[in-house]
């Protein structure tokens, strides 16, 4: 696609539900990238895919966190026993190279909230 | 530890004024790359801008430009005869060399007022 997509836009979870959260980069890109961006701040790390392989995960903040890029394109994150503190948006990005040197592109995020 | 700090967290002008947001950043590494991204209501993140740490050379594009100090460790970011459509959040980013990720500040959110 032209961009990359994220989906779904917006996700209501009652507590201890889980969640998966897809994100499709542009076409061909190498590296992915999870990110989570509570309301008022900046984006933090949470994980990054070099094709299907994942290289950092040190950002995901606890166990009910989970990330999988199989097939080296589309991704997917998992969020175990939801709890309140896990609201917020969650954003991936994607670039060409082999990590950061080169833009990330980012997608429109998924806004969690949960209940 | 990488560190980018926004120090300004809500900017209002009127159109047309010029306005710039500060971004001061610590690392350790000698190799390293500066990001400017726009955020508008739409959620996703734009990319504007990357310098490398080697790069000092001040950057203009259209009513933007970027003023990049290494001694201060600042990389500050003008808009010219600011317009409506630049409210939005901007956050300045760092990130290291190889596979290392973005480092963001907390985000300016700039109103420009008709």
């Known amino acids: 696609g032209a961009g990359v997509s994220q989906s779904p836009r917006y996700k209501v979870a009652k507590r201890g539900q889980d969640v998966a959260l897809r994100c499709d980069p542009i076409s061909g890109h190498v590296s992915l990238f999870w990110y989570q961006q509570a309301l008022g701040q900046g984006p933090e790390f949470l994980t990054y895919f070099q094709n299907e392989a994942q290289l950092d995960k040190s950002g995901l903040p606890s166990d009910r966190f989970f990330a999988e890029r199989p097939e080296g394109s589309v991704s997917t994150l998992k969020i175990q026993r939801t709890q309140q503190e896990d609201s917020a948006v969650y954003l991936c990005a994607s670039s060409w190279g082999a990590g950061v040197v080169t833009e990330a592109f980012f997608g429109q995020g998924t806004r969690l909230t949960v209940v | 530890a990488q560190k980018v700090t926004q120090a300004q967290t809500e900017i209002s002008v009127v159109e047309k004024e010029d306005v710039t947001l500060d971004c001061v950043y610590e690392t350790r590494d000698t190799t390293y790359y500066l990001f400017w991204y726009k955020q508008p209501p739409s959620g996703e993140l734009v990319f504007l801008i990357r310098r490398n740490s080697f790069d000092e050379q001040n950057e203009i594009s259209g009513r933007y430009s970027w003023n990049f100090q290494k001694s201060t460790s600042s990389f500050n970011f003008t808009i010219t005869a600011s317009q409506v459509v630049d409210s939005a959040v901007y956050f300045c980013?760092?990130?290291?060399?190889?596979?290392?990720?973005?480092?963001f500040g907390k985000g300016t959110r700039l109103s420009v007022i008709a």
């Open positions: 980013a760092l990130s290291g060399r190889g596979n290392t990720p973005l480092v």
